[in-house]
């Protein structure tokens, strides 16, 4: 009998190894590596002139370091341009290594990649065991592995024959890693592309701000798609203005006549609603009384139709009270709406249709959201989902996206806010319209004169970018500016910020502590989490290498205070959130 495949044996039996383990020791069976089979090439379109300028910078040099930026609207062929550059590498005996955001993307991408290569496509992300993980690793550093498609914790991969990396989605916040030893996946991953001597391309329809300014003061190779590929036209978006109208479930009538026109056209529906759960708030009609987490400040999230209650900070879960715990009273109302009740209405409304909704509580087990795409199939549909769909999945049944409830994002303290919002709707509307069908964006909101809507419509990301990297200039904020968070949490609010005071003087001590600014201690924007109190120390610099020089002459002292061990504490360099 020939070799047989790990994976092959695990289907077969349930605990092999152990005999398999005692076979081998004496000498009855060998362990041997195995080359996995090839599949057949499929044929992908003819790159347009747009597509072939970007693959001829890309691999202009195809051996030695450089940063280009793809900036590519939705639907402009960007993945066709990294099958080319990949396909290159692999002419040339090399390793390619692709990044994507989330692991919803992996499986898409990754029967993409085995149609074009006719190669083997590797895998790496959380979602695989432990056995799969350590044998893509293995495959990596022995220079089997040629193509790797992962999330951030694949840019950690061994690559001894490196000829390419890849970071999709290059804007994405899930490349930066919040706890633990922090870092950002996307930087990183120019590290080691510059460290490897290979060239990075990070690709977006929405770049980030720092990509754009690298971009535009010549550190990054900057490439334009400005064109949808083939035969796909951008959508045409329609803002409702919801004021004063009735709505079921957050829904207009006039959305939910154009959610049945598509249906009946036989086209598919997105519902995009970022909030999941039943309904944000349980209400007391009666006195007020709202369901308040004991452990944060926060409200605690409506499940099940009602029935439980859970806070999406801490994970506490209850059953929901039947009746007031203030008054008594039984008006107990949940008020608003999430994917929850969203997916209960429109099941509702179109019983003749699939319904399916997509959010962190329907697609915690392994291959659910490949079900449910399944389950939607080609024919009419409506997807309900939050922002987990708005990231690179393609659709070609789609020709409707209705965004509701995107007022929560128009007002924020975070000053990153209306980059995160501008970037969330330009990906969720480029779903619709991705083949030869129009696509149509509805958006619904209580402020349809606010200034980002109105320069999202009339100029699109690139006027909105070009506005906001104005104002980040003259308010001194990132990428015009480099901060460092000090992030310190207590049962006492006093002993967070005993701390954070320690700390700030020790960073004003330093030969370049004259250089920083420093702001706090500050109560983090939700000051209790989880039974702590949190406060926040942030620290800014005109220039990275004066920021870098004050932390490594600072730590030492910080971490030897005697406040530093009353509290949980920690350093985030480059924050993305100010949570």
């Not at 450089?66 to 990294?82: N, R």
């Amino acid at each position: 009998m020939g070799a047989v495949a790990e994976d092959e044996l695990d289907s077969l039996f349930e605990d092999w190894r152990p005999a398999l383990r005692s076979l081998d020791q004496r000498g009855v069976v060998e362990q041997v590596v195995m080359q996995p089979a090839g599949t057949p090439v499929e044929p992908g379109p003819q790159p347009n002139d747009e597509q072939r300028a970007a693959i001829d910078a890309i691999l202009a040099n195809p051996d030695a370091f450089g940063a280009f930026l793809l900036d590519g609207i939705t639907g402009s062929g960007k993945t066709e341009v990294y099958l080319h550059a990949i396909a290159d590498c692999l002419a040339r005996c090399k390793q390619a290594l692709v990044l994507v955001p989330e692991i919803g993307l992996t499986p898409q991408t990754l029967a993409r990649f085995r149609a074009r290569l006719g190669v083997p496509v590797y895998a790496l992300h959380s979602g695989l065991s432990d056995g799969e993980r350590a044998r893509t690793w293995a495959a990596c550093l022995r220079g089997q592995a040629r193509v790797v498609v992962g999330t951030r914790s694949a840019v950690f991969l061994p690559l001894p024959d490196a000829g390419l990396i890849v970071v999709d989605e290059e804007h994405d916040g899930s490349y930066k890693q919040l706890d633990g030893i922090r870092y950002h996946a996307r930087d990183f991953a120019l590290y080691r592309g510059h460290a490897l001597g290979v060239p990075v391309v990070l690709g977006s329809a929405t770049p980030s701000m720092e990509s754009l300014r690298n971009a535009r003061t010549g550190r990054y190779t900057h490439l334009h798609l400005r064109k949808r590929a083939g035969a796909a036209k951008p959508p045409a978006v329609r803002v409702i203005d919801i004021r004063k109208r009735a709505l079921d479930a957050g829904l207009s009538n006039d959305l939910i006549d154009s959610i049945a026109r598509t249906l009946e056209a036989g086209g598919q529906v997105l519902v995009f609603k970022n909030r999941r759960g039943y309904a944000p708030v349980l209400l007391c009609h009666d006195c007020g009384w709202t369901a308040e987490c004991p452990r944060c400040d926060a409200s605690m999230t409506v499940h099940a139709k009602g029935r439980r209650l859970q806070c999406h900070h801490c994970g506490a879960s209850k059953r929901a009270p039947d009746a007031c715990p203030d008054c008594g009273g039984l008006a107990l109302q949940p008020q608003g709406a999430g994917t929850e009740k969203l997916e209960e209405t429109l099941a509702a409304r179109f019983p003749q249709v699939p319904v399916v909704r997509i959010d962190k509580g329907t697609t915690r087990n392994r291959d659910a959201l490949a079900g449910h795409l399944e389950t939607l199939g080609d024919g009419p549909g409506i997807l309900i989902g939050t922002q987990m769909l708005a990231k690179g999945h393609d659709l070609p049944g789609l020709t409707l996206v209705a965004v509701v409830g995107i007022d929560e994002g128009l007002f924020s303290a975070d000053f990153r806010a209306p980059e995160k919002l501008a970037q969330l709707l330009i990906q969720v509307s480029g779903r619709a319209g991705r083949a030869e069908q129009a696509g149509e964006v509805v958006l619904q909101t209580h402020h349809p004169e606010h200034p980002l809507l109105h320069t999202l419509l009339t100029g699109g990301y690139s006027l909105f970018a070009d506005e906001e990297l104005a104002l980040r200039e003259d308010a001194h904020f990132p990428p015009f500016a480099y901060i460092a968070m000090f992030r310190a949490e207590a049962r006492d609010m006093d002993a967070a910020n005993t701390f954070l005071t320690e700390a700030r003087a020790q960073l004003q001590a330093t030969p370049t502590g004259t250089l920083l600014t420093a702001h706090g201690p500050l109560p983090a924007p939700m000051p209790r989490r989880a039974g702590f109190q949190r406060a926040q120390l942030i620290v800014s610099t005109n220039a990275r290498p004066a920021l870098h020089a004050a932390l490594d002459a600072a730590l030492p002292a910080i971490r030897e205070l005697p406040e530093a061990r009353k509290v949980r504490w920690s350093l985030d360099v480059d924050p993305v959130d100010l949570y």
